[in-house]
């Protein structure tokens, strides 16, 4: 069983809801437990034996590569997939690294840059896509601000609408991704994964499954003091990822 070599990190956009803290800082930068939000991404990522790791940067992207650099410093190779004034979207972007080769075409780990969670990436690194599947995505319990959920999962597949009385629950910004499900994209063109995900649900190409770990959407000021919060009590390590 082959195993997946290589990761996206999405930080590409303007992080407006963490205003004023992102005005001259990238959201990826933000500190959280004494390091950038994205560090912890990286760390956890080197843990689990993924060492190509894409980015993708548009807003204050020459701060985002100075602080990370080429990703020697973390014991991973750090390939940079810059887009220009305007960010491509999620797709877009997933577009444009495949398109130049900072993204290989093979599957791999999908990261949401403005998320924080203790999962093992371990987990997702032994994931096998199946010929036809696009995706792999992983869900967690709604949030307050979330409360009516994103997909729902049913024998292991995701819909975008619960069947019978099953639950709803929220997309954790971390999957396994095709390089298919941006097939079709045209370069340049900023697109949302969204749109793509719901098309490949309805031809059952897209499993998921629900997760427990810890997790929060470091989306507002009020959720980085409770993730800050959440490490000191926790005591939780940044050195080896979450």
Do not use: C
């Not at 080197?46 to 973390?74: R, V």
């Amino acid at each position: 069983m082959s195993t997946i070599t290589q990761a996206m990190i999405l930080a590409a956009g303007k992080g407006t809801r963490l205003r004023p803290l992102t005005l001259e800082t990238p959201k990826p930068l933000v500190e959280v437990g004494g390091q950038p939000l994205i560090v912890w991404h990286i760390k956890a990522l080197q843990a689990a034996g993924i060492t190509d790791i894409t980015i993708n940067a548009s807003w204050l992207a020459d701060k985002l590569m100075e602080t990370l650099g080429d990703g020697s410093q973390y014991n991973v190779k750090l390939h940079w997939s810059v887009e220009d004034d305007e960010p491509l979207e999620t797709a877009g972007g997933i577009f444009k690294a495949l398109q130049t080769g900072k993204l290989q075409d093979a599957p791999f780990i999908l990261v949401n840059s403005d998320v924080w969670t203790t999962y093992d990436f371990s987990q997702l690194q032994r994931y096998t896509l199946s010929a036809d599947q696009r995706a792999h995505l992983l869900l967690i319990d709604n949030p307050e601000h979330n409360s009516s959920g994103d997909f729902a999962v049913n024998n292991g597949l995701a819909s975008e609408q619960a069947i019978g009385d099953a639950d709803k629950y929220t997309f954790a910004g971390i999957s396994v991704m095709s390089p298919r499900m941006v097939d079709g994209l045209v370069a340049g063109q900023a697109a949302a994964l969204a749109p793509l995900l719901k098309q490949a649900m309805m031809k059952f190409q897209v499993t998921a499954e629900v997760i427990q770990d810890n997790w929060i959407d470091v989306g507002t000021p009020e959720r980085l003091i409770q993730v800050n919060d959440y490490i000191k009590t926790h005591e939780i390590d940044g050195h080896h990822g979450a």
